[in-house]
């Protein structure tokens, strides 16, 4: 878990040296949130059959990039905004809303120079927010809780200790006092303050009121514990209807929550793992069994095959045969699927590096948004 910290903190440095201006302008200030009144001869743009309510408000609009706070269920939330050069506010734009590491802030994705020059290029408004865990009570790290995080408890059914994500004997306890009453054992290690999939779904409606988004390509990514929830965004019927498209980068699920897609309508994912990962491993190709962390802790995870597999299956994609290569158009990575058959990109991806527990944004953003913009409706 020291992993995670430390990656998060490197990002966070990082990013301090970026500027936080964006296409629209930095601000950097609270965000007035006022009423979003309409505006009669809105122009949402060609192709555009879903523009949310902020492509005819015309008061209480977000219109520059900068850091901005949100009231969740009695507790502020905050979040950062790139607003890319094309942005225009009444022609709608595809929006990706990013979750950074276990220990991470919303400036570990949006204060890399990669990620916002390549979301000029393509045009994505993109949305960070930051998770819960730092101030009072838990006074720990900001993270993402998803199935498992918070009750230490695995996919497969067992209770207690038996049941655990982890092996309590060779892990340090992080629970977090938010958790109390909720831990059924010493592996739980994210916050039990909010449930982040109802403040993913309440964000983006927010946001949406306030930004002219394309709302049917709305697409999710994040990073090691962000990575994780991501699929947890994926599989929960309360918000996978909300987006197109994810891609975890160095994430996976706890062992045994191997679900598919959340809604009847195609969910694409990107997977990129680390074959030198220590923290999140994806175990070998093929191998569906689970895997286990190896940098002095031991957290269960699914496999990169396993995860991947349940979601090809539930696209109805061929799953008895071996994944094949797919030509991803990288040298970082090789990259397989169960769904050969089909036509252009892939619906789920599976790419793996010789890099470890670490975002190398150099090349799997480009990869990440090309994947995005393929899958686009």
């Not at 009669?40 to 209480?60: D, I, R």
Request: with cysteine.
């Amino acid at each position: 878990m020291l992993r995670y910290l430390i990656s998060g903190l490197l990002i966070s440095i990082a990013a301090l040296l970026v500027s936080c201006g964006g296409g629209g302008g930095g601000n950097g200030a609270g965000e007035s949130i006022g009423s979003v009144q309409p505006s009669p001869g809105n122009s949402t743009g060609p192709g555009v059959s879903n523009p949310s309510a902020g492509c005819s408000a015309n008061t209480g609009l977000l219109t520059d990039s900068g850091t901005y706070t949100f009231q969740f269920n009695n507790i502020e939330r905050t979040y950062r905004v790139y607003v890319p050069e094309t942005y225009a506010t009444t022609s709608a734009s595809p929006l990706a809303m990013l979750f950074h590491g276990w220990g991470g802030g919303q400036n570990d994705f949006i204060g890399d120079a990669t990620v916002t020059s390549e979301a000029d290029q393509q045009g994505f408004i993109l949305v960070a927010p930051a998770g819960l865990g730092s101030g009072e009570p838990d006074n720990s790290l900001n993270s993402w809780t998803f199935s498992g995080s918070a009750t230490g408890l695995d996919g497969d059914g067992g209770d207690g200790i038996e049941g655990a994500i982890c092996d309590v004997n060779n892990t340090p306890d992080y629970t977090y006092d938010s958790c109390d009453g909720i831990a059924e054992n010493s592996c739980s290690w994210t916050q039990c303050q909010q449930d982040d999939v109802a403040f993913t779904a309440a964000l983006l409606e927010h946001v949406g009121n306030r930004m002219c988004v394309d709302s049917d390509n709305v697409f999710a990514s994040g990073g090691s514990n962000g990575g994780m929830f991501t699929w947890e965004l994926g599989q929960n019927p309360l918000t996978a209807t909300l987006f197109r498209a994810i891609a975890p980068i160095i994430g996976l699920p706890h062992r045994g929550y191997l679900d598919g897609k959340g809604k009847n309508e195609d969910m694409p994912v990107l997977l990129i793992t680390g074959l030198n990962d220590p923290t999140v491993p994806p175990g070998d190709w093929g191998d569906e069994s689970f895997t286990t962390t190896s940098d002095g802790e031991s957290f269960y995870y699914t496999s990169a095959t396993g995860i991947t597999k349940s979601w090809a299956e539930s696209h109805g994609c061929e799953v008895t045969n071996s994944a094949v290569v797919f030509d991803a158009g990288t040298s970082e990575a090789e990259c397989r699927t169960y769904c050969a058959s089909d036509s252009g990109w892939p619906r789920v991806l599976d790419c793996r590096s010789d890099m470890g527990h670490t975002y190398e944004f150099s090349w799997t953003w480009p990869l990440i948004l090309e994947f995005f913009s393929a899958h686009s409706l």
